[in-house]
């Protein structure tokens, strides 16, 4: 079976006949063009994923500043520090992604916004979610950041 039929029907296969072929420097059998995808892809992939994370911080946000909703509101500001902690990490992890941030964070908004407008409507909330961000990237990733009507940690 070539290179070529194996990646369309068993990628795991083909993974390892690759990095086996690269490893002994067989360049001439390598699947070049799919090997190419691949790395495209895997960068593509990373960009997701740091999407996702500011997505998913600018949603939480959102709830801590407009929902009237309480119960909810320590989860919510849980859940921002984890998220925040997974972007960091991947950033830390390939610093190349903070060039792509700010276009990341532009394409999180427009989903977070509407997401948050969606759960705002599921729940019964009349909410008006702002057109525009109402904060930076700085403080999206900013581990001290939480708007005024967050709740606030205990003192011992």
């Known amino acids: 079976m070539t ?3 194996t990646y369309e029907t068993d990628f795991l296969s083909w993974t390892q006949e690759q990095s086996t072929l690269l490893r002994a420097g067989h360049w001439a059998h390598i699947d070049q063009v ?10 593509r992939e990373q960009k997701l994923a740091l999407q996702s994370l500011l997505r ?8 801590l500043d ?4 309480q119960s909810p509101r320590n989860h919510w500001a ?13 950033i830390d992890a390939t610093p190349s992604l903070k060039h792509h941030a700010p276009e990341l964070f532009d394409q ?20 008006t979610v702002p057109e525009c961000c109402p904060y930076t990237l700085a403080q999206v990733l ?4 939480f708007p005024a009507s967050a709740p606030k940690a205990r003192q011992p």
């Open 78 to 90: 849980e859940e921002i520090i984890e998220f925040r902690d997974q972007a960091q990490a991947r």
């Open 142 to 145: 900013n581990p001290d950041f």
């Open 66 to 69: 407009y929902s009237p909703a």
């Open 56 to 63: 998913q911080i600018l949603v939480h946000l959102l709830k």
């Open 34 to 43: 799919h090997i190419a995808e691949e790395l495209e892809d895997m960068g």
């Open 108 to 127: 999180a908004w427009k989903q977070a916004r509407r997401a948050a407008e969606k759960t705002f409507a599921l729940h019964g909330e009349t909410v």
């Open 3 to 5: 290179s070529t039929a």
